[in-house]
């Protein structure tokens, strides 16, 4: 059964701390994506990545960053949480082969305070 | 660049009705793939359907089918006599050709069947 795991459900976070989010997937998947989803906007593109080392900005990459160091595990880092990045962060992964479907993990919920 | 829209935010339906969701895209590019997901309440979206632009022909499963028209630059999906479980949010993507690519979502429709 294929997986994308997230490391944690629910955070909470003061305005001002360094937050990592992980992401491992157990596929094999070149491409990994890492977007935030909030009311009424949908999933919106932050990073994605389509081999190891590599990432490409999405749609509001501002005061994010991404690592990826092995291909199965890509790191979300926000420098200074700030309250506005409050939000539904959902990892994804898929196959370099752009017809291939994402598989999402179960996200995780970032409250800043 | 690519965009996605669904103009209907939330709908909501009585159990067995049929109902369809809208997705209209634009992009300058021939070759494209268009995506349906499901997130249910649970959070996890979940991969539905894959249509190439070069496929125009309508996909039925079970109670769920497609209809792709190029000619509109639609992508709608139907549900037929809905079932309280298909309440969820429904998304539509786009694709372009090239691993490379980011996949452009649309805002997603918020079902909800009521018993």
């Known amino acids: 059964d294929v997986k994308v795991t997230q490391s944690s459900r629910y955070l909470v976070k003061r305005t001002g701390e360094k937050v990592f989010l992980e992401c491992v997937q157990d596929?094999?998947?070149?491409?990994m994506f890492w977007y935030r989803q909030d009311p009424g906007l949908g999933l919106r593109l932050i990073y994605f990545s389509y081999d190891v080392k590599m990432k490409e900005k999405g749609d509001i990459p501002e005061g994010y960053s991404v690592s990826r160091e092995k291909k199965e595990r890509f790191s979300l880092i926000l420098e200074s949480a700030s309250t506005n990045q409050t939000s539904m962060y959902l990892c994804a992964s898929s196959l370099y082969d752009s017809r291939g479907e994402q598989y999402f993990g179960p996200g995780t919920r970032l409250t800043v305070t | 660049a690519q965009k996605v829209t669904q103009a209907q935010t939330e709908i909501s339906v009585v159990e067995k009705e049929d109902v369809t969701l809208d997705c209209v895209y634009e992009?300058?590019?021939?070759?494209?793939?268009l995506f349906w997901y499901k997130q249910p309440p649970s959070g996890e979206l979940v991969f539905l359907i894959r249509?190439?632009?070069?496929?125009?022909q309508n996909e039925i499963s079970g109670r769920y089918s497609w209809n792709f028209q190029k000619s509109t630059s639609s992508f709608n999906f139907t549900i037929t006599a809905s079932q309280v479980v298909d309440s969820a949010v429904y998304f539509c993507?786009?694709?372009?050709?090239?691993?490379?690519?980011?996949?452009?979502f649309g805002t997603g429709t918020k079902l909800q069947v009521i018993p």
């Open positions: 249509r190439n632009s070069f496929d125009e």
């Open positions: 596929m094999d998947h070149e491409n």
């Open positions: 993507a786009l694709r372009l050709p090239g691993g490379y690519q980011k996949v452009t």
């Open positions: 992009t300058r590019d021939t070759t494209y793939y």
